[in-house]
């Protein structure tokens, strides 16, 4: 079945630092790929997505882009803030998005002044 | 812009009692979803529900779960008999005709 590895966090940072948040899944066909953010005490949010290979989605400055040939989609940033803390979702779903969702196990990012 | 929306926001519960959790999709969209995280795990598929019938369901639905669109906004879930480990965070979803989905807030359920 559908899958998603991502790296283990927690991820502490300097504020102004670069993010990158690995994560590569496995999927038959061509799925829709997406990030989430799960700030503290709060649902998820979708962060970014990219619906075929070599799209890039980009969000609020982040940036990730859909690579068939490593199938991964790693997340990036590149001066992270304070106000980035949260726990980071990759997840994937069948072409069209609307089957269900399969997440990783989300990365906890901390940003420190 | 428009959200998903649900209540409760937070649930107490003894074990063996029923629960409804209610969710508000956002008007227009045509396919609803639960989902639920354990604390410190991952988001995992509960159900998906389209055109008042339930399209795809995961091992964790079993009997004791239901789901019920009782009129044209909100979509609910229903645990039958509550147990331990269905203290969760329960996340309801809807999206367009073949679009993303987006996500409500959740519902903290607490099982005691």
């Known amino acids: 079945g559908d899958s998603v590895t991502q790296m283990e966090g927690p991820v502490t940072l300097s504020e102004e630092a670069c993010l990158t948040i690995n994560c590569t899944y496995t999927a038959t066909g061509y799925p829709s790929l997406f990030w989430y953010v799960q700030y503290p005490g709060e649902g998820l949010q979708l962060l970014l997505k990219?619906?075929?290979?070599?799209d890039k989605g980009s969000n609020k400055g982040f940036e990730a882009t859909y690579r068939k040939e490593t199938t991964s989609f790693h997340l990036e940033k590149g001066s992270v803030q304070v106000s980035d803390s949260a726990v980071y979702f990759c997840?994937?779903?069948?072409?069209?998005?609307?089957?269900?969702?399969?997440f990783g196990t989300g990365t906890k990012l901390q940003v420190i002044p | 812009e428009p959200e998903v929306t649900q209540t409760p926001s937070h649930q107490v519960t003894q074990m063996g009692q029923e629960v409804i959790l209610r969710c508000v999709p956002i008007s227009n969209h045509l396919y609803f979803y639960w989902y639920r995280q354990i604390l410190g795990q991952k988001v995992e598929f509960l159900v998906s529900?389209?055109?008042?019938?339930?399209?795809?369901k995961s091992e964790i639905f079993d009997d004791q779960f239901s789901v019920e669109r009782p009129d044209g906004s909100n979509f609910t879930l229903k645990i039958r008999s509550t147990k331990l480990e269905d203290s969760a965070m329960y996340f309801c979803?809807?999206?367009?005709?073949?679009?993303?989905?987006?996500f409500g807030p959740g519902t903290r359920l607490l099982v005691l």
């Open positions: 990219a619906t075929k290979a070599d």
């Open positions: 997840a994937l779903s069948p072409s069209g998005g609307y089957q269900k969702v399969t």
């Open positions: 529900f389209y055109n008042n019938e339930i399209s795809e």
């Open positions: 979803a809807s999206s367009p005709f073949q679009e993303t989905q987006y």
